[in-house]
Each structure stands twice: as structure tokens, then as C-alpha cells.
């Protein structure tokens, strides 16, 4: 069903905005309902959530029991429940994921990272409610390079490690077109072949909904995604061979550098007086400028 031929005046000043969002519903759904029965955004966004978990499920049940679910998604597909500011993605779940049922979890040194940082903007133990984690891949492997090992031993796990990766990738793309959040990839993962259908879904699916735009405390960010270095080894309070990274780095430490201490001998941020400080402005700004890439 063409969009343009649906129910919006030409005349409309909001007919724009209107034809979008009944373009991403037609690309959401397949079609478009009639008006009086077109679920609201955040309806659509909890369904997607839901279905993620009942797929996900299926796949541990009937094709491998290391495909993992993350159970703090439960709460995003509640009527009642939260919604999430940003999404997290990371490339697929360890070993404490795995046993946790849960992405990033606060077991782990970096999602005790993760969690303080955003606990530290959003307010104690608000991480679960604020920031979706979701992965590329949900299949498990003590290494990520153990993920390209699984699928060249079994072609039909390698063909459900890859639907998988493309469904993962339909649903953030459809957050993002649903609630405008922005997404941040964790780990510099290259080009590679191992998630080749997560980033060619993404981008597909992207521009298919419209190349939607994501605000981030009312800011509109030039980008919904942004690529960033892993809390693991605090990688993403460092310089890296990433000029444009580094830049928003020096830039950050200038901003701030009355605080001692902050900047490190090697022109690192010191994750420990970072965190240690429980300054919500000053993770928040680190989140803005050097995260979301919001500097100057």
C-alpha cells in the first residue's frame, strides 16, 4: 500500500509528518490498518519487544539452548512498563549472560561499568529502566570470534544465526522510528563477515522507515547511531586510534579540567574518579559530547 495514498491532506502543514508515520507503520506491519484500529507507537513498540522475547524463546527451544534471552525485556513489553531513552547493542552474550539470562549484566565488569555510568545520569538503579540492551547476535559464545566458529560447523545454526541477527536488527530500527531513541553500539567491531546481515538489515531497514531522526533529552542528534569503544578494560573512557573519538575526548577534558585527576597521564579520562564522583552532570555531559558525539 502506497503511504502517499493514505487518509492526509495535501493541504495539511502536518500532513509531512503525518505521511511519515503511516510510512512506517505500512513498513512496521506490512500495510497500514484502517484509522480506528492503528495501534498508538508505544502499543507497536511493546508488541515488538514482546515478540523478540517469544522468537528468541523458540529458538533456545527448538534449535539451540544457547540462543539467550534477555529477561530485562520483559518490563519494555508490560503495558505499564518503562521506556527506554537509549538502546545499547552489543555483539552477543558471554558467559555471565548466559548464565544470567540478562545483556550487560551488573555481574560482569563492564555492565557494573555500564550500569554505574547510566545510574549515575538517570538515578540509582535506574539502568534496567532506562537503557535497552539488546545484542546483534543472541546466540552464545564465550568469544565473539567463537560465533563465526558455530556457524561454519552447522549450516542450518548458521542460518538461524543469521535470521536472528536480521530480526535483532529490524527491532532497533523500529525503535528508533517508534520512540526516536538513539542507539549506541558497543565495541569497535570491523567490517568482517560475522554480522554482514545485522548491518545490512539495519541499514536497509533504516532508510526504508523514512531515515528516521532520534532526540535525546530534547536534542536532536545528527545521527540515531553512533559507534563507540566497550566498557570492558574501560575502553570507552580512552583515546584509540579514532581521531574524530579523540577529539571529542580532548574536547570533554578541556571542559572540565578543573577537576583533578580527571584527565590521566596518557590523555585518558580516569574512569575510576569518573565514576567514583557520582557527578550526574558532569557523566551526563561525557555521555553527550564524547557517547553521542554532541561536541562544540
Not at 77 to 101: F, K, M, W
Not at 195 to 201: L, M, N
Request: overall charge neutral; some cysteine.
Amino acid at each position: 500500500m502506497a503511504v502517499s495514498s493514505i487518509d492526509a491532506a495535501a493541504t495539511d502543514p502536518s500532513a509531512t509528518n503525518h505521511e511519515a508515520a503511516l510510512r512506517r507503520l505500512s513498513v512496521i506491519l506490512g500495510d497500514v490498518p484502517p484509522a480506528d484500529a492503528r495501534p498508538d507507537v508505544v502499543s507497536l513498540f511493546r508488541t515488538r519487544v514482546a515478540e523478540h522475547g517469544e522468537r528468541v524463546r523458540a529458538l533456545r527451544d527448538s534449535v539451540s539452548p544457547l540462543f539467550v534471552i534477555n529477561d530485562d525485556l520483559a518490563a519494555y513489553s508490560a503495558g505499564d512498563g518503562p521506556l527506554p531513552e537509549l538502546i545499547l547493542v552489543g555483539d552477543n552474550p558471554g558467559r555471565r549472560e548466559y548464565e544470567q539470562s540478562v545483556y550487560l549484566c551488573v555481574q560482569g565488569r563492564a555492565g557494573a561499568m555500564a550500569h554505574s555510568f547510566f545510574d549515575g545520569i538517570f538515578g540509582a538503579a535506574s539502568f534496567r529502566s532506562k537503557v535497552m540492551v539488546l545484542n546483534k547476535s543472541s546466540f552464545h559464545t564465550p568469544r565473539t570470534v567463537g560465533l563465526t566458529e558455530a556457524m561454519r560447523g552447522d549450516p542450518a545454526l548458521a542460518e538461524a544465526i543469521r535470521r536472528d541477527q536480521e530480526e535483532n536488527a529490524l527491532l532497533i530500527a523500529d525503535s528508533v522510528a517508534l520512540l526516536g531513541v538513539p542507539v549506541v553500539t558497543i565495541g569497535m567491531e570491523s567490517g568482517g563477515t560475522t554480522f554482514q546481515s545485522f548491518r545490512k538489515t539495519l541499514e536497509t531497514r533504516y532508510r526504508a522507515l523514512g531515515n528516521p531522526p532520534a532526540i535525546f533529552q530534547g536534542k536532536r542528534l545528527a545521527s540515531p547511531f553512533r559507534k563507540v569503544p566497550h566498557f570492558s578494560l574501560s575502553k570507552i573512557f580512552c583515546r584509540n586510534a579514532d581521531p574524530a573519538w579523540n577529539a571529542g575526548l580532548d574536547d570533554f577534558l578541556t571542559r572540565h579540567a578543573a577537576v583533578p585527576g580527571l584527565r590521566t597521564e596518557n590523555g585518558n579520562v580516569s574512569s575510576k574518579l569518573l565514576l567514583g564522583l557520582g557527578d550526574g552532570p558532569l557523566l551526563a555531559d561525557y555521555l553527550d559530547r564524547v557517547i553521542l558525539g554532541n561536541a562544540g
